[in-house]
């Protein structure tokens, strides 16, 4: 995974700089809300995990990313809970998402449960927000050394 390679300087400014408490907060909020909602249809929580395969023991950060990068879950889920979406989940929220999360292992040293399964995970949606993710963190450091001239 790229994104994990991001030195943690960088992590570090981008976190402080594009990823506010605010956001963060919202988007962790949403995953909870939507993970819940999820959990109420049993069968249909199943059959996602399934999907995924994740950890026994995996956080709601890390669970959700990984069900939210896999088109057949969310065209699944779109569908069976009436979501005004369009046909995807923002790649932009689960970036976000990524990188938070890896900011959170190798900046602030906090384990997140199953963050070593979601390294390791290959599916083409992963690839597409660790992609995402890495451009972001890129373009953050082309803006960061970009300075005003005067003429």
Do not use: C
């Not at 956001?23 to 995924?52: A, G, M, P, W």
Request: without cysteine; negative net charge.
């Amino acid at each position: 995974m790229h994104t994990f390679q991001i030195a943690t300087s960088v992590l570090d400014g981008y976190k402080n700089v594009k990823l506010s408490d605010e956001r963060i907060n919202f988007l962790i909020t949403q995953v909870n809300e939507q993970l819940d909602e999820i959990s109420q249809n049993k069968e249909l929580y199943s059959s996602f995990l399934e999907q995924v395969n994740p950890p026994q023991k995996i956080d709601n950060i890390i669970l959700w990313i990984l069900l939210m990068s896999n088109e057949g879950i969310v065209d699944e889920y779109i569908s069976e809970f009436g979501k005004n979406y369009r046909e995807i989940i923002p790649v932009s929220d689960l970036a976000d998402l990524l990188l938070y999360s890896v900011h959170a292992k190798k900046v602030r040293d906090i384990e997140l449960d199953g963050f070593d399964y979601l390294l390791e995970y290959e599916q083409e949606g992963i690839e597409e927000v660790d992609q995402y993710g890495f451009t972001n963190a890129l373009l953050y450091i082309q803006q960061s050394k970009e300075v005003q001239m005067e003429f």
